[in-house]
């Protein structure tokens, strides 16, 4: 079991920066692929940002390559997501997830899911 808390969202204004954290905790954490998803209003879940323990491994959604940036901590199991020039579109729930398979995270089945955290940003 694997257990995932966001921090970080709040209502920013386009073009800001904004770095949101997940903990990562529960037995072997270490083997999991961790990774950011979002969910605007009225849309789908997508996939955001993934990542492979070692951070060696990382693959982004083409809505936000070049802006965002997904990196982990593992001396604190902690996953980040660090947000750059955040675009009004940018607006969602943003969830942790996690699961030992990386392309089943990719696909948006990941096992574990944390509560999510609202990002918001004004024009």
């Known amino acids: 079991q694997v257990q995932l808390v966001e921090s970080g969202g709040r209502l920013v204004q386009v073009g800001e920066s904004l770095r949101l954290s997940c903990i990562v905790s529960?037995?072997?954490?270490?083997?999991?692929?961790t990774g950011w998803f979002r969910q605007a209003p009225g849309k789908e879940r997508e996939f955001v940002a993934g990542?492979?323990?070692?951070?060696?491994?990382?693959r982004y959604s083409d809505s936000v390559k070049g802006r965002f940036t997904v990196y982990r901590d593992n001396t604190v199991n902690q996953v980040y997501l660090q947000m750059t020039n955040l675009r009004p579109d940018d607006t969602a729930v943003y969830y942790c997830?996690?699961?030992?398979?990386?392309?089943?995270?990719?696909?948006?089945?990941?096992?574990?899911w944390g509560q999510g955290t609202q990002v918001t940003v004004s024009s």
């Open positions: 997830a996690a699961d030992t398979s990386g392309s089943q995270l990719r696909a948006g089945s990941p096992t574990y």
């Open positions: 529960g037995r072997a954490s270490e083997e999991y692929y």
């Open positions: 990542s492979s323990w070692s951070g060696l491994t990382t």
